[in-house]
């Protein structure tokens, strides 16, 4: 009987075990992670207008991995030994027939004077620190941002800070004290995010001004407690959000594969790391064929988990591995009023307004979760 590894238990992870499970394979699975959970980062963002505990946000797998007859392995990858396919791990080598590697993504090295700003996005503790700051405040200037890999201009998380954006303006009209603040997003990356599109990158410039927003798209050289400044502009602020660029684990750059600059691994539309046929990437921690932007969305984790597990069962029948990903993009981004669809891809390209999505993303956060949480 083949041994699939997988590492990671976040959204790839747990979506490539399911796939793997529905496509009748019976291999013997073990999901490597520090903890047998899984957390819901988009929810992270509804604690900033909804009463939410974190324990809402953060499943506990045990139940479903017994559902799924799948061994947890308690601990975190060091690094990999593709010649010899065995995982390298702080507890004790792991081998492998198959690997799937969906360890997520983590934040690169921030720019000078980065302890001076709380990046919400992080953790649940750190959305906390950020909402207890701003409670704090009586008015003045906010600043919410967002950075890329300082090698790696494609690689950055955009889609989460439009939404901390929008939040913050939303919940500052409701509590009636938003002409007490100044807001201003800060991104050199916004038309990297809008992929060169220049549509889109009216219409949120569009919606920055009819929300009182100010743009900065200028390179942030350093912060400090008062502030930030760019080559050429100093930009006051009382309170700085900035979540920096994304980049792979330490380990990526020793572990044989071929990476991005920023240690993302490299796939085929197959989600097959290139150049090695029984290893394959999932979600936020891969750079996939087609897709040179890094996106982080979790239709697109949960949908590299499935093109993996496909494959993977294909080969493990001996068949070829035929599922493969396809180029389109969505992004959502919501405001006080009205809510907008960005489409981005070769296929459609598009902004729509007034499209009623907050109760879709409680379905689909109702729909991922109960897959989970719910099951035996
Ligand atoms: C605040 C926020 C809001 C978001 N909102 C949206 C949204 O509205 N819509 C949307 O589409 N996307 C959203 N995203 C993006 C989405 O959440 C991610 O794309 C998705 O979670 C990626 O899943 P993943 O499994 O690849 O990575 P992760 O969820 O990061 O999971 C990685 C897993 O790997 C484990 N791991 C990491 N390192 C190691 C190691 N060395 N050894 C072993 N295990 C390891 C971790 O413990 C974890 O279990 C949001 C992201 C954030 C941060």
Redesign the pocket.
């Known amino acids: 009987m083949s041994h699939i590894v997988i ?9 490539t075990v399911r796939a793997l499970r529905q496509q009748g394979c019976d291999a013997s699975i073990t999901v ?4 047998p ?6 929810g ?2 509804r604690s900033l207008a909804e009463m939410r505990v974190e324990d809402s946000v953060l499943i506990n797998l045990t139940r479903f991995f017994e559902d799924q007859d799948v061994d947890h392995f308690a ?4 690094g990999l030994s593709p010649e010899a396919s065995v995982v390298k ?1 702080d507890v004790t080598d792991v081998g492998y027939d198959y690997l799937v590697i ?5 934040y690169s090295p921030g720019i000078v004077g980065s302890e001076h700003v709380i990046n ?3 953790s649940w503790s750190e ?1 906390m620190r950020y909402q207890r700051a701003l409670n704090e405040l009586e008015g003045g200037s906010l600043v919410i941002g967002f950075g890329a890999h300082p090698k790696d201009p494609l690689a950055f ?1 955009g ?2 800070v439009f ?2 954006l929008f939040a913050i303006d939303s919940r500052l009209r409701n509590q009636r004290q938003r002409r007490s603040y100044d807001i201003t997003f800060a991104s050199p990356n916004l038309k990297h995010e809008l992929r060169f599109v220049d549509e889109p990158f009216d219409n949120l410039l569009s919606q920055f001004k009819r929300n009182h927003i100010h743009f900065l798209g200028e390179e942030i050289v350093s912060f400090d407690r008062d502030g930030l400044d760019t080559p050429h502009t100093r930009v006051p602020s009382n309170l700085t959000a900035f979540v920096p660029g994304l980049s792979g ?1 330490e ?1 990526a750059a020793s572990s044989g594969l071929k990476v991005t600059v920023s240690g993302l691994f490299e796939t085929n539309s197959a989600c097959q790391a290139v150049g090695h046929e029984n290893i394959y990437v ?4 891969g750079r996939f064929s087609d897709r040179p932007m890094k ?7 949960d949908l590299t ?1 499935e093109i993996a597990a496909h494959n993977i069962a294909a080969l493990d029948r001996g068949k070829t591995p035929v599922a493969a990903l396809s180029s389109d993009e969505h ?2 981004t919501e405001s006080v009023d009205n809510n907008s669809l960005i489409c981005r891809g070769k296929q459609r390209n598009y902004i729509r307004r007034g499209v009623p999505l907050t109760w879709s ?1 409680n379905l689909m956060e109702w729909q991922t979760l109960r897959r989970y949480k719910n099951v035996s």
Request: with cysteine; proline share 9%; glycine share 14%.
């Open positions: 590492i990671g238990s976040g959204l790839a992870g747990c979506a490597i992670s520090p903890e959970s899984l957390f819901y980062y988009p992270l963002l601990a975190s990858v060091t791990t969906a360890s997520g993504s983590q919400p996005l992080k959305m998380q889609g989460p939404d901390l684990p380990w999932a979600g936020d921690a996106l982080t969305q979790y239709y697109l984790a988990g992004g959502i993303r």
